[in-house]
């Protein structure tokens, strides 16, 4: 658990250096996560960061158990300047909290949604082998409705060029480990870093 901590932490404080160079106007770039601009998926890591296992089952009481709605308010709860918003970020960036759900969900947060803000904004995160491995792993085996990408990956191999990483058995999607997550869990624009005879059909699902 020590290690996933330090994983996720180390990515907080790189994407905190990323946005500390990015004009406050930027931040409201749409980002890759639909809906939300840059600026929000920043709120949203700063909430996300802040939740604590009470704290998440009181906001979902609020949201009606709306997970989309709890989200929201999280994200509503922490908008505001750049500035305030990256010293909220610092202030929370160490802490060993989270929702109820297993810890390599933190891995999923720290790296899908770094590259909803990066990839916008002309950047690619450089990321640690594993961290993105078990990010894949969790999503590989985690259904849509919690959030992961299990119904997107059935039937399919997952390959990775750029690790010793392989997922599952059928036709085969190869490409970069960081693509094959951003893939599956749903941003599009990966797609085009990935080949394969299974890419139509992993397309078709996450479209």
Known sequence: MAD???????????????????????????????????????????????TTRLSFITGMLRARFDFDRDNQNGVDRELGPAPQMLERFRALADRTSGPPAPLDTRLVEVVVHGEDIRRPLGAVGDYPTEAVERALRLQA????????????VAGLRLRATDADVTLGDGPEVTGPLLSLLLAVSGRTVALEELSGEGLPTLAERVA
């Open 4 to 50: 996933v901590w330090q994983l996720v932490h180390a990515e907080r404080r790189a994407l905190i250096t990323f946005l500390e160079g990015v004009d406050d106007a930027r931040w409201d770039t749409p980002s890759l996560c639909p809906g939300w601009r840059v600026r929000d998926v920043v709120a949203h890591q700063i909430s996300t960061a802040d």
């Open 141 to 152: 085996r985690t259904g849509k409705g919690m959030g992961g990408a299990k119904e997107h």
